[in-house]
């Protein structure tokens, strides 16, 4: 897959996306909005009591799954270190007050993901079975805490701890089952790394 995002004059960057990319990126974007969960229905409409969800508690507990306790680490100690009694209660206080907050943004980034995708007509303007994405400076940001949290939950599936180990990955022979989410973690890369230079460049 070799679509990378490439800047726009006015700002934002574009990416040219096959229909297989963008039926792949849309599967991994819900399945990620799966795992983070849905948001807070007590919360009401928009408009509701803002006080009452700045001051609503999340858990104080780091998340079981380890795709979760990599997209929510504790913010004290260092990861898979044991912590001490005080490490530990000042990482529940922090997780308490910031995690429900960090769950909306990750489903924030996941939906504007799902939400730009839908809006692309494959068949478009790169081509006979190609679209291309266009992005706003602002969705450019919401795409690449998405690719982050995306590599993030396929590297704790695949136990990845350094980049070192998706390298051995990658020569797992063709009938692996991790094989595919190597592929999609290395794409997912490559899709991250070109956002990040068209945004800078």
Known sequence: MAGHFEPLSGGGAAVALDEVEVSILRSLAVQLL???????ESAGPEGADPLARL???GPSEP??????????PDAYGEPGAEQDPQERAHAAEFRRYTENDLRDRKREDALAVVRSLDSLTVAGDAGD?????????EDCRRWLGALNDLRLAIGARLEIAHDDDSEVLLRLPDEDPRKPMVMAYLWLGGLQESLVEALIG
Do not use: K, M, Q, Y
């Open 34 to 40: 799966e795992l983070i969960g849905p948001g807070d």
């Open 55 to 57: 001051f609503a508690e």
């Open 63 to 72: 998340p079981s799954d380890p795709a979760l306790a990599r997209l929510f």
């Open 129 to 137: 079975d190609a679209a291309v994405l266009r992005l706003a400076p």
